[in-house]
């Protein structure tokens, strides 16, 4: 970390990314940072070493180039407290100039002719070792941004928009990270809970409860725990026999050991209705 503030302190700006785990976990975290500066490209790992010396540095006021930044600013302010004073966003930027692609892949493609590849896209960031492949990967998501945004930052002076992408960069890097909020009632709005007779919204309605608790006590995302339309096939058809229950698409042998105790608790729960 010491040689790498070394290396970054002179630079008047860097590109920065992240890799996050949300994919994978109920509570994400940051797993990756990448930095690239003119010369050379960093990867990071915030998991194994303390970035706050890092974040001192890039809050400065320094010009930080980032790409689709609103969710990155809002990580890294929830998680380390930064804020990017110099924020320069190349899929902003490229919006304001009416670009037909906005992805990074489309206009680095565009740009540099290189076609970025998208395998590692839905990794499990938060997971150890990493490959080197996968390190590659969040290397490549940098490596361009500096060019690009040099492409860009010319193109919005020469047709007089560069003051109006500024103040929407200034917007993006005040960004807050948003709380995350269960909403007890978001059953109702699953494809085909409406559709439910009263004891199918309680079966529903008790699955989607137990699912979330389930979800942060294994630290999974809730439909990695169980499926959304398994859930309203379980409170249409409320399987009355362990045949009929492993008959639901979605119920595997796996998900009835796992949470057997949660379905026949939101099916009794169904029948109760029913019977009241």
Same mark, same amino acid.
């Given at each position: 970390?010491?040689?790498?503030?070394?290396?970054?302190?002179?630079?008047?700006?860097?590109?920065?990314?992240?890799?996050?785990?949300?994919?994978?976990?109920?509570?994400?975290?940051?797993?990756?940072?990448?930095?690239?500066?003119?010369?050379?490209?960093?990867?990071?790992?915030?998991?194994?070493v303390d970035v706050r010396p890092l974040g001192a540095l890039l809050c400065d006021g320094r010009e930080t180039v980032l790409h689709g930044a609103d969710y990155d600013v809002r990580c890294?302010?929830?998680?380390?407290?930064?804020?990017?004073?110099?924020?320069?966003?190349?899929?902003?930027?490229?919006?304001?100039?009416?670009?037909?692609?906005?992805?990074?892949?489309?206009?680095?493609? +565009?740009?540099?002719?290189?076609?970025?590849?998208?395998?590692?896209?839905?990794?499990?960031?938060?997971?150890?070792?990493?490959?080197?492949?996968?390190?590659?990967?969040?290397?490549?998501?940098?490596?361009?941004?500096?060019?690009?945004?040099?492409?860009?930052?010319?193109?919005?002076?020469?047709?007089?928009?560069?003051?109006?992408?500024?103040?929407?960069?200034?917007?993006?890097?005040?960004?807050?990270?948003?709380?995350?909020?269960?909403?007890?009632?978001?059953?109702?709005?699953?494809?085909?809970?409406?559709?439910?007779?009263?004891?199918?919204?309680?079966?529903?309605?008790?699955?989607?409860?137990?699912?979330?608790?389930?979800?942060?006590?294994?630290?999974?995302?809730?439909?990695?725990?169980?499926?959304?339309?398994?859930?309203?096939?379980?409170?249409?058809?409320?399987?009355?026999?362990?045949? +009929?229950?492993?008959?639901?698409?979605?119920?595997?042998?796996?998900?009835?050991?796992?949470?057997?105790?949660?379905?026949?608790?939101?099916?009794? +729960?169904?029948? +109760?209705?029913?019977?009241?």
């Amino acid at each position: 970390m010491a040689r790498l503030l070394d290396a970054i302190r002179p630079e008047p700006l860097l590109a920065l990314d992240t890799e996050s785990n949300s994919f994978h976990v109920y509570t994400e975290r940051v797993c990756l940072i990448q930095l690239s500066s003119r010369g050379q490209d960093w990867v990071i790992d915030p998991l194994a070493v303390d970035v706050r010396p890092l974040g001192a540095l890039l809050c400065d006021g320094r010009e930080t180039v980032l790409h689709g930044a609103d969710y990155d600013v809002r990580c890294l302010r929830r998680e380390f407290g930064w804020r990017l004073p110099g924020l320069f966003d190349t899929m902003t930027a490229a919006r304001r100039l009416g670009r037909p692609g906005l992805g990074l892949s489309a206009l680095v493609e +565009a740009r540099f002719g290189v076609r970025l590849s998208k395998v590692h896209q839905r990794s499990d960031w938060g997971r150890r070792p990493l490959t080197a492949a996968q390190l590659a990967y969040a290397a490549l998501d940098t490596h361009y941004l500096l060019a690009l945004a040099d492409e860009l930052r010319a193109e919005l002076a020469e047709k007089g928009l560069a003051e109006q992408a500024l103040a929407e960069f200034r917007r993006i890097a005040a960004a807050e990270p948003r709380e995350r909020v269960f909403d007890e009632a978001g059953w109702r709005r699953l494809k085909g809970a409406r559709q439910l007779d009263p004891a199918g919204q309680a079966v529903l309605r008790a699955l989607w409860l137990g699912r979330e608790a389930r979800a942060s006590e294994v630290d999974r995302p809730p439909f990695k725990v169980l499926g959304e339309q398994t859930m309203v096939e379980l409170a249409r058809l409320r399987p009355a026999t362990p045949e +009929a229950l492993a008959r639901i698409p979605g119920v595997s042998p796996q998900v009835l050991r796992r949470l057997g105790d949660l379905i026949q608790a939101a099916l009794r +729960a169904g029948a +109760a209705k029913a019977d009241g």
